[in-house]
């Protein structure tokens, strides 16, 4: 399945980083091909660090900055009752966590004012207009992270390459990080890290689906 999933593709030798030598079985027309074998084992280690979070009754902040990326975190977070952050990182999401959390808040409560039909007594049509609009550029923001309480416990990363900002602000944090990674990132920035395509949806698809069956489990 890993195979047919081009789990083992990496990126070009050009692009190599050498820190991810220890996870190449070997360069094959230019393109680095990666150890299936070390793939699975990184994949179990990771999972376990994951279920010791959840057991803990932790909670683990899913990212997904890749278009190929976000579906199916999206729903892997809905499925843990986790939060997630899907296509852009803001900037202090985990370093400034305090601002962060007063923009769900505000969220929230004009969710409720929409819901009560609070609108419908304070605004003039213009206005519950510009609210609806103000509404929906926020949820685009932070509907993912209404779960994020509190400083999650880890931090999941659907592509390491891709990530180098909420990665930072976690490990400044003091975090854990884990991390799919291709062959042009650095593992040695995050505490587990699964070497695999991050640049194919059928990869990421099948470490995700994986994840969340032995997470279900």
Known sequence: DM?????HFGRKKTVFHPAMKRYVFTVRDGICIIDLIKTKTQLTNTIEALRRVIKDNG????V???????NAIKDLAEHLNMPYVIDRWLGGTLTNFKVLNSRVKKLEEMEIQKKTGELENKYTKKERLLFEREMVKMASKFEGLKKLTKMPDLVFVSSLKESALPVRE???????????SNTDADPETVDYVIPANDRSKKSVDLIVQNIKKELTE
């Open 64 to 70: 997904a900055l890749t278009k190929q990326s976000i």
């Open 3 to 7: 195979l047919k999933a081009g789990m």
């Open 59 to 62: 909670t683990i902040l899913f």
């Open 170 to 180: 976690a490990k400044r944090m003091g975090i854990k990080v884990a991390a799919i």
